[in-house]
Each structure stands twice: as structure tokens, then as C-alpha cells.
Nanobody, 117 residues
């Protein structure tokens, strides 16, 4: 199982970013997928999840109505569109195989999102 995150960077408060996660090594189209993040001095938390079919989604209260998770089963990729970014969204963002859990043997390197003026 390999999960490779990309798309992070520096954004201003109120700005937007779109993260991508390319997956390989398993049957992606049958797998629920999630995004998690770990901010400075904080524990890792799951912020969004999407079912294998794309019909079900989950969002943590902290990102609801601002973040949107999506997937492209033809490209073995999930996305996280982040709008109205806040400084507290600053974190390393990781994708995970599973519904609000990591079923892969290990986490990827993550992609760093920094929200600052």
C-alpha cells in the first residue's frame, strides 16, 4: 500500500488549497478513504472520509461546510478541497485507507498546509 499526498503550501486566511492523494497497492475502488491532519502540538485527527462509492461523506465539525472530499476511482486519487482556510487549519495532512482509520501498514509523508498572513 502506498499513499502519496501533495498540494500543500502556504495560504492566507480565507484562502483555498486543494490536496491530492495518489493511492496504489490495493483495490482503490473498493476502499473507503479518509483525510487526517496533525497540527503543531496536537494529536492526529480525522477531518474527512468518503465511502468507496462516493455516496457517503464524513466531516469533522471543525471543517464542515469549508472542506470537501472527493475521489476519482479512474485515477486512484482522492482530493480535499479546502476553502475559507483558518490559521488553525495549519497542519500536516495525510490520507488514509479506511473510514476514519488507517488500514495501511504505515502513514505517508503527508503534505504541509500553512495558513498565515
Amino acid at each position: 500500500v502506498q499513499l502519496v499526498e501533495s498540494g500543500g503550501g502556504l495560504a492566507q486566511p480565507g484562502g483555498s488549497l486543494r490536496l491530492s492523494c495518489a493511492a496504489s497497492g490495493f483495490t482503490f475502488s473498493s476502499a473507503d478513504m479518509s483525510w487526517a491532519r496533525q497540527g503543531p502540538g496536537k494529536e492526529r485527527e480525522f477531518v474527512a472520509a468518503i465511502s468507496w462509492s462516493g455516496r457517503e461523506e464524513y466531516y469533522a465539525d471543525s471543517v464542515k461546510d469549508r472542506f470537501t472530499i472527493s475521489r476519482d476511482n479512474a485515477k486512484n486519487t482522492i482530493y480535499l478541497a479546502m476553502n475559507s482556510l483558518k490559521p488553525e487549519d495549519t497542519a500536516l495532512y495525510y490520507c488514509a485507507k479506511g473510514w476514519r482509520r488507517q488500514e495501511a501498514p504505515s502513514w505517508g509523508k503527508g503534505t504541509l498546509v500553512t495558513v498565515s498572513s
